[in-house]
Structure formats: structure tokens, C-alpha cells
Nanobody, 123 residues
Framework: QVELVESGGGLVQAGGSLRLTCNAS????????MGWFRQAPGKEREFVAA?????????????VKGRFTISRDKNTVYLLGDTVYLQMSDLKAEDTAVYYC???????????WGQGTQVTVSS
């Protein structure tokens, strides 16, 4: 069983930065690709960024490319798990959404989801 727990959301002014953290625990996490999705009020959930397990290559939606960076490290708390980060810079009002950490062997990874963390960007 995989558990994904996000943290780091909050309120920030336009142009500011935030770093989201996802603590991923579970026996199969080491084989997972990991990603971030978001859902703004009244809109469908959309892909933000992902990192492939096999190659470490990263992928971004056009709307965040050049401003967001996804990365992954071994988790220092859980023996079976990883930590995934989403560094967000030059934030815009349209980045306001609930951000979800995802993991899976599919692509982009969608098998497992965290509870989400709210990011609000004030203009």
C-alpha cells in the first residue's frame, strides 16, 4: 500500500515562490514514477509535472515550464519511500489550485493520489 502526503501549500503573492513536498511511503514507491496534478475551482484536474522512475527525466505542462521544477530524493523518514518536491517560482494567480501528488507505474502517474494541498496566489 502506498501513502502520499503533501505539505507546503499556502498563500503567496504573485511573483513569489513555494515548495511543495510529498512524502511517499510504501513498498512499491521505489518502482513508481511520481508527479503533480492540480485542480482549480470550477476546472478539471490537470497535469503539472512528472518525473520518470526509469530515467529521472522530467516533464512539465506548458503553463508551468520554466517556472516549476520537480525533483525526487530518498525519504529520510520512511525506510520504504521517497520524497518528491515541486519548487514553484514566479507564481501567478492562475496557479491557484489544490495540488495533488501522484505515483504509479503508468504514465503520467495516476494510480495513487495524495489528499492535496491548497496553493493560493494573490494578485
Amino acid at each position: 500500500q502506498v501513502e502520499l502526503v503533501e505539505s507546503g501549500g499556502g498563500l503567496v503573492q504573485a511573483g513569489g515562490s513555494l515548495r511543495l513536498t510529498c512524502n511517499a511511503s510504501g513498498r512499491t514507491v521505489s518502482s513508481y514514477s511520481m508527479g503533480w496534478f492540480r485542480q482549480a475551482p470550477g476546472k478539471e484536474r490537470e497535469f503539472v509535472a512528472a518525473i520518470r522512475r526509469s530515467t529521472g527525466r522530467t516533464y512539465y505542462s506548458d503553463s508551468v515550464k520554466g517556472r516549476f521544477t520537480i525533483s525526487r530524493d530518498k525519504n529520510t523518514v520512511y525506510l520504504l519511500g521517497d520524497t518528491v518536491y515541486l519548487q514553484m517560482s514566479d507564481l501567478k494567480a492562475e496557479d491557484t489550485a489544490v495540488y495533488y501528488c501522484t505515483g504509479g507505474s503508468d504514465w503520467p502517474p495516476r494510480k495513487d493520489w495524495g489528499q492535496g494541498t491548497q496553493v493560493t496566489v494573490s494578485s
